[in-house]
């Protein structure tokens, strides 16, 4: 996988995402594995990539290997980027003690400012970020013992010769052969209810005091955050910009439990006395008091609603956009170039792909809606003719990704208790899911089998794709989880949420997902299993 992906040199951005997307998913997992070839050139393309990936994309890839990866050169390098996918990466991430030592002195003095502000991290670790000196002259490392600076110069990256990465590599190897103790874990979750902190003239906090650094360290009180990011309200950025004082402003802070959520702040300008220059702000923030939160929903309401509520006001403008564009393509109001219609036709399409995403995070928002009697399914359906339709919609799909799809039929008839467009759903999403998982020129096999009199269930089994083999149930229903081999269009809506989706919409209508050691297995209703047990009963009284 890794050789393709290295092969193909990205044609637009789009494939530069998927790319660096792809290439640390695999390090990240499999890093370990590979060969120190296959780990040079992986990690050189993702320096080459680097800056056609926006920093939000990069920020997003760092939470995720934050949470699943231990592969420490993939670390070093998002460590080494820009400050917010460098915090997003070293806040929550755990390496061994050994992989810690061996990149301290590749990583930048940022880097080491949000290490010195981990509670969780090895002393070992510590004391080696106090061996190189202070991190930055703005946040002053907490009191350690210092260890023998010969101890880490010895390991110390050369100026000349290989590659830094390279050097890296035979670093950890070098540690882990000689000490190899995995990290201890001891983060402190104690709930935190206010701090104090510093900013420079530019807005950015750089010094903090009552809270882990990380979380509050680089951000800036200047520019109010968007969409949910951790930041500041407009209240803030615009007392900024004014010099003015700010009161009891909105923030949101990512982290821990301890330090993540809302908080209030309040800060006041301070000048150079000697000069009269604006030299940043100086404030202190708490948790918002219960009235400061009007809306705030009880926590035993229904998650879903904010969910739902966010899907009603996604589909307006989407109609909308979609709307204009079929007038464009179809020139209702009068004649349009050529360009401009393959254009309009392109975000029709689009449009429904977006359309079809909501509808499967609406039904996913449902939740448990429960099993629905027999009176409430509207529709016995016929599973082969179902599964037959969906194989040929994915016709395309199989011929982009390569991949043949068998599916064989055992017994019957297939009559099934379920709506048709949600068994349409279930066996679209599930083998949309795997196709997207397999490797190209494999064979996606499955059986659509009924055991009647013995069994009152369909079952659809789909033997599992080789990237998947050995993968536990919880790892295959985490949504985070991202198989070596995955193609770029699983992105979207990753395989744990469709598997997610299927075992739900199964469920409503008295079904299953099951996933076995060698098959996934959709389970539905047979509508004809009630009257064969009533025909038995019948011949036995």
Same mark, same amino acid.
């Given at each position: 996988? =890794?050789?393709?992906?290295?092969?193909?040199?990205?044609?637009?951005?789009?494939?530069?995402?998927?790319?660096?997307?792809?290439?640390?998913?695999?390090?990240?997992? %499999? !890093?370990?594995?590979?060969?120190?070839?296959?780990?040079?050139?992986?990690?050189?393309?993702?320096?080459?990539?680097?800056?056609?990936?926006?920093?939000? #994309?990069? %920020?997003?890839?760092?939470?995720?290997?934050?949470?699943?990866?231990?592969?420490?050169?993939?670390?070093?390098?998002?460590?080494?980027?820009?400050?917010?996918?460098?915090? &997003?990466?070293?806040?929550?991430?755990?390496?061994?003690? &050994?992989?810690?030592?061996?990149?301290?002195?590749?990583?930048?003095?940022?880097?080491?400012?949000?290490?010195?502000?981990?509670?969780?991290?090895?002393?070992?670790?510590?004391?080696?970020?106090?061996?190189?000196?202070?991190?930055? #002259?703005?946040?002053?490392?907490?009191?350690?013992?210092?260890?023998?600076?010969?101890?880490?110069?010895?390991?110390?990256?050369?100026?000349?010769?290989?590659?830094?990465?390279?050097?890296?590599?035979?670093?950890?190897?070098?540690?882990?052969?000689?000490?190899?103790?995995? &990290?201890?874990?001891?983060?402190?979750?104690?709930?935190?209810?206010?701090?104090?902190?510093?900013?420079?003239?530019? !807005?950015? #906090?750089?010094?903090?005091?009552?809270?882990?650094?990380?979380?509050? =360290?680089?951000?800036?009180?200047?520019?109010?955050?968007?969409?949910?990011?951790?930041?500041?309200?407009?209240?803030?950025?615009?007392?900024?910009?004014?010099?003015?004082?700010?009161?009891?402003?909105?923030?949101?802070?990512?982290?821990?439990?301890?330090?993540?959520?809302?908080?209030?702040?309040?800060?006041?300008?301070?000048?150079?006395?000697?000069?009269?220059?604006?030299?940043?702000?100086?404030?202190?923030?708490?948790?918002?008091?219960?009235?400061?939160?009007?809306?705030?929903?009880?926590?035993?309401?229904?998650?879903?609603?904010?969910?739902?509520?966010?899907?009603?006001?996604?589909?307006?403008?989407?109609?909308?956009?979609?709307?204009?564009?079929? =007038?464009?393509?179809?020139?209702?109001?009068?004649?349009?170039?050529?360009?401009?219609? %393959?254009?309009?036709?392109?975000?029709?399409?689009?449009?429904?792909? #977006?359309?079809?995403?909501?509808?499967?995070?609406?039904?996913?928002?449902?939740?448990?809606?429960?099993?629905?009697?027999?009176?409430?399914?509207?529709?016995?359906?016929?599973?082969?003719?179902?599964?037959?339709?969906?194989?040929?919609?994915?016709?395309?799909?199989?011929?982009?990704?390569?991949?043949?799809?068998?599916?064989?039929?055992?017994?019957?008839?297939?009559?099934?208790?379920?709506?048709?467009?949600?068994?349409?759903?279930?066996?679209?999403?599930?083998?949309?899911?795997?196709?997207?998982?397999?490797?190209?020129?494999?064979?996606?096999?499955?059986?659509?089998?009924?055991?009647?009199?013995?069994?009152?269930?369909?079952?659809?089994?789909?033997?599992?794709?080789?990237?998947?083999?050995?993968?536990?149930?919880?790892?295959?229903?985490?949504?985070?989880?991202?198989?070596?081999?995955?193609?770029?269009?699983?992105?979207?809506?990753?395989?744990?949420?469709?598997?997610?989706?299927?075992?739900?919409?199964?469920?409503?209508?008295?079904?299953?997902?099951?996933?076995?050691?060698?098959?996934?297995?959709?389970?539905?209703?047979?509508?004809?299993?009630?009257?064969? &047990?009533? %025909?038995?009963?019948?011949?036995?009284?």
């Amino acid at each position: 996988m =890794i050789a393709t992906i290295l092969r193909q040199a990205p044609a637009d951005r789009r494939a530069s995402i998927a790319a660096w997307r792809q290439l640390s998913d695999i390090l990240a997992q %499999r !890093g370990n594995q590979l060969s120190d070839e296959d780990i040079r050139r992986s990690l050189h393309a993702l320096a080459v990539l680097r800056p056609q990936v926006p920093e939000s #994309v990069r %920020r997003d890839c760092a939470r995720a290997i934050a949470a699943h990866g231990r592969f420490a050169p993939l670390v070093a390098l998002y460590a080494n980027d820009v400050a917010p996918v460098s915090a &997003a990466i070293l806040q929550t991430v755990q390496l061994s003690e &050994a992989d810690w030592l061996a990149m301290l002195p590749a990583t930048s003095a940022t880097a080491r400012s949000l290490l010195a502000g981990r509670r969780d991290l090895p002393q070992a670790v510590h004391r080696g970020l106090a061996s190189l000196g202070s991190a930055s #002259v703005a946040l002053p490392q907490p009191k350690t013992q210092v260890v023998d600076q010969q101890q880490i110069e010895a390991e110390a990256v050369p100026e000349t010769g290989s590659s830094q990465i390279s050097e890296l590599v035979r670093r950890i190897d070098k540690f882990q052969s000689t000490r190899g103790q995995p &990290a201890r874990t001891g983060a402190d979750h104690t709930p935190r209810s206010a701090f104090v902190f510093e900013t420079g003239a530019d !807005g950015v #906090v750089h010094w903090v005091d009552g809270i882990t650094r990380g979380a509050v =360290i680089g951000l800036s009180i200047a520019e109010a955050a968007f969409g949910g990011e951790p930041g500041i309200d407009g209240i803030s950025a615009g007392a900024f910009r004014q010099r003015a004082e700010i009161l009891n402003a909105r923030m949101v802070l990512e982290g821990n439990a301890a330090d993540a959520g809302e908080w209030r702040f309040s800060a006041l300008p301070w000048f150079d006395p000697a000069t009269g220059q604006f030299r940043g702000y100086r404030g202190s923030a708490r948790r918002p008091h219960r009235n400061e939160q009007p809306y705030r929903r009880p926590d035993a309401a229904d998650s879903g609603d904010s969910i739902r509520q966010l899907i009603h006001e996604l589909r307006s403008p989407l109609n909308a956009i979609s709307g204009f564009a079929q =007038i464009v393509a179809g020139q209702m109001f009068g004649p349009v170039s050529q360009s401009y219609r %393959r254009m309009a036709e392109t975000i029709v399409a689009d449009a429904r792909s #977006v359309q079809t995403i909501i509808d499967d995070l609406e039904t996913a928002a449902r939740g448990n809606r429960g099993v629905l009697p027999d009176q409430d399914i509207a529709n016995v359906v016929d599973l082969a003719h179902i599964v037959a339709q969906v194989e040929s919609d994915l016709a395309e799909l199989l011929r982009d990704e390569s991949v043949d799809l068998s599916i064989s039929r055992i017994g019957g008839p297939f009559a099934g208790l379920a709506n048709d467009a949600d068994a349409r759903r279930m066996v679209g999403r599930l083998l949309t899911a795997l196709i997207d998982v397999s490797e190209p020129g494999s064979t996606l096999v499955g059986q659509l089998v009924t055991e009647m009199p013995h069994d009152d269930m369909l079952q659809l089994r789909i033997v599992r794709p080789a990237a998947i083999r050995f993968a536990t149930a919880a790892e295959l229903l985490d949504p985070g989880f991202s198989p070596e081999g995955e193609a770029p269009s699983a992105t979207v809506l990753s395989l744990g949420f469709s598997l997610r989706l299927v075992d739900s919409l199964a469920r409503a209508v008295g079904g299953r997902l099951d996933i076995g050691h060698n098959a996934l297995t959709l389970h539905l209703r047979s509508a004809t299993s009630k009257s064969e &047990a009533e %025909r038995e009963v019948q011949q036995g009284e």
